[in-house]
């Protein structure tokens, strides 16, 4: 469309408005976050609360800041199998009762168990809040573990362990993490084994839900269009977790040695550099990596940046030199897992068994240039935006705002401000990068793990 005279005159007048001094444009909006409510509950129960003026519904997420990494290995997957079994019936209502009173108010509520925690969430508009709350409270804070459903809710995890055992990626990931992790609780799987998981009765059941839901192992965080009255009200639920909770959580149990596995000191992954996994999967699935940093290291934007740059976005030097130069893969991409206390990083994707060795000498090559020569100021520069851009745009919504109170909580035990994430990103330097290129991603410190057919090389 054509632009008159008249329209561009207003046009530059207005331009000339927004420059006037003291008409400075907010570029930055996400240094003036609110930071939540935050109180603590009878027992020691973290509640947070952030109230969000855009939204129309509200969601609450009720965390345990242990996971399955903190389970002695004699009953590896119990957090994840009590996750189900709340949803299987509490004291006052039926699981075709829970999963009605949800449906009929319209609520979305979902569950999951990760090596750090175990989170039940429900999202719902205000007006059906309280009876959501009532119905989430009843089922996390009473269930009956009846040796009916146990039985039955055993027979459905180990349908979700074969499940995982037939998916490639997940088959593989769990036997790499645990090579590199060796006798570390981080190393184990989150389903547990079918021997676990067929050993846990009801009185272990009811046992280990006590010691999860102590009150000081509870974080309850809430974000949305919150209602005056909403927070007190689920405070008053969620007291009743001082009568339930009981007993050390896992961290303070005995147990067997959880030191990480064996070279963390020294970088290097322990012998052999290799493991296999043979099937009958058309196409070879891959992960070369080496021990990490916990999420508490100073290296840990470094290690992020680090990630970004060799396989994160399309620019990234491994997605480039494999995909874009060779053809050499569909999906390829670098992941970093930190832990409270050890973590890993790690490059990953899947191609064909003839293109496997080509692929690992690129990605290696690619990891010793960047130990040799680091980054440009350039390249380091562009990484920033793309991960200052990746957090902020995760962010804008509800869900992901109560997400984030919760893991700020669990992880540092404080909020933490957008801001002082952006700040410590633009903090690392191309020197810094090199160093954690040595440190971490250098190529003669990897273990190879593939999962594909037998001739893979």
Request: hydrophobic content about 45%; overall charge negative; charged content about 20%.
């Amino acid at each position: 469309m054509a632009v008159t005279g008249a329209a561009a005159a207003a046009d530059a007048a207005a331009a000339a408005a927004d420059a006037r001094p003291g008409r400075v444009m907010n570029l930055t909006p996400y240094r003036d976050e609110q930071r939540p409510h935050r109180e603590i509950l009878p027992g020691g129960a973290v509640l947070l609360a952030s109230p969000m003026k855009t939204a129309h519904a509200v969601t609450l997420g009720v965390f345990l800041r242990t996971g399955s990494q903190d389970e002695p290995a004699a009953v590896n997957g119990v957090s994840h199998f009590i996750e189900h079994m709340v949803f299987k019936g509490s004291q006052r209502f039926s699981a075709l009762e829970l999963a009605t009173g949800f449906d009929a108010i319209g609520a979305v509520v979902d569950a999951f168990t990760t090596k750090d925690m175990v989170a039940f969430t429900i999202k719902v508009l205000p007006e059906y809040f309280a009876r959501g709350v009532e119905l989430l409270g009843d089922m996390l804070l009473y269930p009956v573990f009846a040796p009916d459903l146990v039985a039955m809710e055993q027979k459905v995890v180990l349908e979700e362990i074969q499940e995982a055992l037939d998916t490639p990626e997940d088959r593989l990931h769990d036997a790499f993490a645990a090579r590199l992790y060796g006798g570390h609780g981080r190393g184990r799987p989150i389903l547990g084994t079918p021997e676990t998981v067929m050993s846990l009765g009801g009185g272990l059941l009811r046992a280990e839900h006590r010691r999860l839901f102590r009150p000081d192992n509870v974080i309850i965080s809430m974000a949305g269009n919150i209602q005056a009255g909403a927070r007190e009200l689920v405070a008053e639920r969620f007291a009743e977790l001082e009568r339930i909770g009981a007993a050390a959580p896992f961290a303070d149990r005995a147990a067997e040695p959880a030191g990480p596995a064996a070279g963390a000191v020294s970088g290097t992954p322990p012998e052999p550099e290799r493991l296999e996994i043979s099937s009958g999967v058309l196409q070879t699935y891959f992960e070369l990596g080496n021990l990490g940093i916990p999420f508490h290291h100073p290296d840990r934007m470094g290690v992020y940046l680090l990630n970004n740059i060799l396989g994160g976005g399309m620019s990234s030097r491994i997605f480039q030199a494999v995909r874009e130069r060779e053809g050499l893969a569909y999906t390829v991409y670098n992941y970093a897992d930190m832990g409270r206390d050890i973590g890993l990083v790690s490059c990953a994707g899947s191609c064909s068994p003839d293109k496997f060795q080509r692929l690992t000498e690129v990605i290696r090559a690619e990891y010793a240039l960047l130990a040799r020569s680091g980054v440009t100021e350039t390249e380091l520069e562009s990484n920033r935006a793309q991960l200052k851009s990746q957090l902020i745009f995760s962010l804008e919504g509800m869900v992901n705002r109560m997400y984030r109170l919760a893991r700020n909580e669990a992880y540092y035990g404080r909020f933490v401000p957008v801001s002082e994430i952006v700040d410590a990103i633009d903090a690392v330097s191309g020197e810094d990068i090199l160093a954690c290129a040595g440190r971490y991603f250098h190529p003669d410190g990897l273990l190879t793990a593939v999962h594909g057919p037998e001739a893979t090389n």
